[in-house]
């Protein structure tokens, strides 16, 4: 019991969206860099972590009709650059819902799903997709 406890922390740890922000330029990046491509050395030991609200805005979309494999159960899907509220700009899987329900401009905010399953070793893989925010 206090093992399975333990994991699941470090599981829910795993799965907030933490991007790196730059603490000369303060500018927010997503996923996290060393260093800043702006300030370069500047910027070195000055990045930090920062937890991103994972809300965003829907820039531009692509209905993808033809997925690898791993995806097959779940196609066509909707692929989408997303600009988040936090600063960074994205690519990301947008699910539970229609191709018709997404425009340019929709809100959207990140939630974490099993994106692929191993069926040898049963290790699960865990990212982040967005959903429309209601
Ligand atoms: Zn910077």
């Not at 206090?2 to 969206?17: A, C, F, K």
């Not at 860099?33 to 979309?61: A, L, Q």
Request: with cysteine; charged share 25%.
């Amino acid at each position: 019991m206090g093992e399975l406890s333990r994991m699941w922390r470090e599981t829910d740890h795993r799965y907030r969206m933490v991007g790196e922000k730059c603490g000369n330029c303060g500018k927010v990046y997503f996923p996290p860099r060393d260093i800043c491509p702006t300030c370069h050395r500047d910027s070195i030991g000055k990045m930090n972590n920062v937890e991103m609200s994972g809300n965003g805005v829907v820039v531009s979309f692509t209905i993808v009709h033809d997925a690898p494999p791993a995806f097959s159960r779940q196609r066509p899907y909707i692929l989408a650059i997303i600009k988040l509220d936090d600063g960074p700009t994205l690519t990301g899987q947008i699910v539970d819902t229609t191709p018709s329900e997404i425009d340019i401009g929709t809100r959207v905010r990140s939630v974490f799903r099993k994106i692929s399953e191993d069926g040898h070793s049963g290790v699960i893989h865990y990212g982040y997709k967005f959903v429309k925010d209601q």
